[in-house]
């Protein structure tokens, strides 16, 4: 079992950056692949980005590539996402997820969720 909480959302203006965090207990979090997703108002949840066990490999959404990094740190058992030159279609609820396998591929669910954080872009 692996119980995730994000921080780090909040409001700001298109262009600008948010850092969101997502601290893991449970299992041994090295052990778990981490991906974040996002859902928008009135639209199903989407992939954002995705990163290895060990951290050394990352792969992105097309929509997201170049402006958001995904990081993690084993030792801290967390896992980070730096937004910058944020979009107005940027806004969602953004969530931290993990599995033991893979976080993402067709059909794919991970099996474990955080409750969200709320990112609000204005332009």
């Known amino acids: 079992q692996v119980h995730l909480v994000e921080s780090g959302g909040g409001l700001v203006q298109a262009g600008g950056s948010l850092r969101l965090s997502c601290a893991a207990s449970?299992?041994?979090?090295?052990?778990?692949?981490m991906g974040w997703f996002r859902q928008a108002p009135g639209k199903e949840r989407e992939f954002v980005a995705a990163?290895?066990?060990?951290?050394?490999?990352?792969s992105y959404a097309d929509s997201v590539k170049g402006r958001f990094t995904v990081s993690r740190d084993n030792a801290r058992n967390t896992v980070n996402l730096q937004m910058n030159s944020l979009k107005p279609e940027d806004t969602a609820v953004y969530y931290c997820?993990?599995?033991?396998?893979?976080?993402?591929?067709?059909?794919?669910?991970?099996?474990?969720w955080g409750q969200g954080t709320q990112v609000t872009v204005s332009s």
């Open positions: 997820a993990a599995d033991p396998v893979r976080v993402y591929g067709t059909g794919r669910v991970p099996a474990y």
């Open positions: 449970g299992r041994t979090f090295s052990s778990y692949a």
């Open positions: 990163i290895s066990r060990s951290g050394g490999g990352a």
